[in-house]
């Protein structure tokens, strides 16, 4: 299964020619504005590649209400602008986009930026499902320690129970207590 792209411009040169970039390897979404990109978020792209500028709801109001769907929120942003000012980058980062990438760009070089930012974000994924894994496997491993370290108790209580009859059950309601 090819990953998926979602390109988010309001200018139609600009999408096509980023489409024409990345089809031969992804499989690539289009969206011209901001509200577009919202219904296209839930055909789950590995990435979108969102632009700052757009009539109507802009790229960080777009990436704000994607950070808000469930679905959508661990997609990985990269904003392409031609803004130029330092605010705006820091804003785009601060707002959740995992790069921030200039116009007029290199190619070769947001190709590469892309595949990294997918590789990268799959790692991420793929740990972060470890890490659940291994929780639920110590989580599980811990339950069957206190059960037998319970039935050890009960075994000793039972043991101390049968050698005085005055104490029985006692043992074990203490160790219940505890």
Not at 73 to 98: C, H, N, Q, W
């Given at each position: 299964m090819r990953q998926k792209l979602l390109i988010v411009d309001d200018e139609p040169g600009i999408v096509d020619m980023l489409k024409s970039y990345f089809e031969p390897q992804y499989e690539v979404l289009t969206a011209y504005s901001g509200d577009e990109a919202l219904r296209k978020v839930a055909a789950v792209p590995d990435l979108i590649l969102l632009d700052i500028h757009m009539p109507?709801?802009?790229?960080?109001?777009?990436?704000?209400?994607?950070?808000?769907?469930?679905?959508?929120?661990?997609?990985?942003?990269?904003?392409?602008?031609?803004?130029?000012?330092?605010?705006?980058?820091?804003?785009?980062?601060?707002?959740?986009?995992?790069?921030?990438?200039?116009?007029?760009?290199?190619?070769?070089?947001?190709?590469?930026?892309?595949?990294?930012?997918?590789?990268?974000?799959?790692?991420q994924a793929d740990l972060a499902h470890e890490v659940l894994k291994k929780t639920q496997e110590i989580a599980a491993q811990h339950e069957k320690l206190e059960r037998i370290s319970m039935q050890i108790v009960k075994a000793l209580s039972g043991a101390v129970d049968a050698k005085d009859t005055y104490t029985n059950g006692h043992s074990l309601r203490v160790a219940e207590y505890s």
């Open positions: 109507g709801m802009d790229g960080f109001q777009t990436m704000l209400a994607i950070r808000e769907n469930e679905t959508a929120a661990d997609i990985p942003v990269i904003f392409l602008t031609a803004d130029d000012d330092s605010d705006t980058e820091k804003r785009g980062l601060e707002v959740g986009a995992v790069d921030f990438i200039k116009k007029p760009f290199v190619p070769e070089v947001l190709l590469l930026r892309v595949r990294h930012t997918i590789d990268l974000s799959r790692l």
